[in-house]
């Protein structure tokens, strides 16, 4: 099922079912004509917004009002089948918070905090970072400590510079040391999903910050040395330093191990592109020998470039293999089959690609290929 069909015209029959049972003078059958004629040719997050502002628009009340309304027919209560509204739905509350509640600081926080228990609030939240900084930050503090892991991933996630679907925040792209601070108590975070927001933030904050991401996972990675923290730490910073991998750091390769000084000789590269039915599919091909003993761990991966016509390089860079135990006179040789029709991340048309092989951060061959 496409992702935008959670939003439809049954959810809002749902929906509007439930706040009638909250709200006697709510009709759903208005909620439903207040949607644009067009509703079901919008994609997702138009749907969203279509559902937010029809739902506000009908419930008719002033904010706080309307709010109390809206938590109460989250309560298994107001279910016919006494369940709890929760998950995708939730996103429409999300959505009236981030729109109708910016004035209503103390009544949006209650909100948000009740919401990201059920879904999530990092959309909602933005808006107050944005016009609160001080004030949002600060319960975004004591949040860290809450016992709710759902609340304390809300933290990390709603305070990420680049987070997916969100409104920027500029005030988060240029006080990246008060994002560190709230990154710095939830680093050892019992929670994976937790943890894994930090490193998501972490990965947002090194496209405009490197030096300071990888000076941070530096300094928690000594922090956790000889503790039962050590390996969640060392999956952080693999996670938080991905896009600065792929851009070949120096210093973020190094960190986790992949140094550039490692001595190999290539003994072949070879690309090939050939027809599969109605597919195209690159076949990848390399070889190399490492030369001398060396601790270090070896990285392989391959880009994919294009220049158009304006001069502007795309490039695109993909995950290959990973070894490390190195030993002298090793040879480590790899095949793949790469799926150009069926790659969800980019679209390759007809024409002449450049396809690098990157060992560690650093190109070591190049081969053209004509993808027909």
């Known amino acids: 099922m496409d992702f935008k069909e959670h939003f439809s015209i049954t959810l809002a029959q749902s929906l509007g079912k439930r706040i009638e049972t909250c709200h006697q003078d709510f009709s759903t059958v208005d909620f439903v004509a207040a949607l644009p004629a067009d509703f079901e040719g919008l994609e997702m997050k138009a749907r969203v917004n279509a559902l937010a502002e029809a739902l506000y628009s009908t419930l008719d009340l002033p904010y706080p009002k309307a709010i109390t309304v809206l ?17 995708f739905p939730i996103w429409i509350l999300s959505t009236i918070i981030e729109t109708y509640g910016r004035e209503h600081f103390t009544v949006s926080m209650a909100a948000i905090y009740h919401i990201t228990q059920l879904f999530t609030g990092e959309f909602a939240i933005r ?17 860290a400590s809450d016992p709710s892991d759902d609340v304390r991933r809300l933290v990390t996630e709603g305070s990420r510079s680049k987070l997916p679907w969100a409104t920027k925040v500029a005030y988060l ?18 929670a994976e999903y937790v943890r894994r927001s930090v490193a998501n933030n972490l990965n947002d904050i090194s496209k405009d910050h490197p030096a300071l991401v990888i000076s941070t996972l530096r300094q928690w990675q000594n922090e956790s040395e000889g503790t039962i923290q050590v390996k969640n730490i060392q999956w952080i910073a693999h996670h ?28 072949h590269f070879r690309v090939t592109c050939q027809q599969q039915g109605d597919g195209k599919l690159l076949k990848l091909s390399y070889s190399l020998s490492i030369l001398k003993p060396t601790a270090a761990k070896l990285m392989v991966d391959f880009a994919i470039s294009k220049t158009n016509q304006t001069g502007k390089i795309s490039r695109k860079v993909y995950k290959w293999s990973k070894r490390s135990a190195l030993q002298q006179g090793q040879i480590i040789a790899n095949d793949k089959l790469f799926d150009l029709a069926g790659n969800k991340q980019k679209d390759y048309a007809a024409g002449l690609y450049e396809v690098t092989l990157i060992a560690n951060g650093k190109v070591i061959a190049t081969e053209t290929v004509e993808i027909r």
């Open 127 to 143: 808006p107050f970072i944005d016009s609160y900084p001080t004030e949002t930050i600060a319960l975004l503090e004591t949040w």
């Open 240 to 267: 938080a330093l991905r896009t600065l991998c792929k851009q070949g750091n120096a210093d973020a390769l190094a960190l986790l191990g992949y140094a550039q000084d490692i001595s190999f000789a290539l003994d």
């Open 71 to 87: 938590l109460a027919a989250t309560d298994a209560k107001a279910s016919v089948d006494n369940l709890p509204l929760k998950s």
């Open 173 to 190: 792209s240029d006080n990246p040391q008060v994002v560190m601070t709230l990154l710095e108590r939830l680093k050892f975070d019992d």
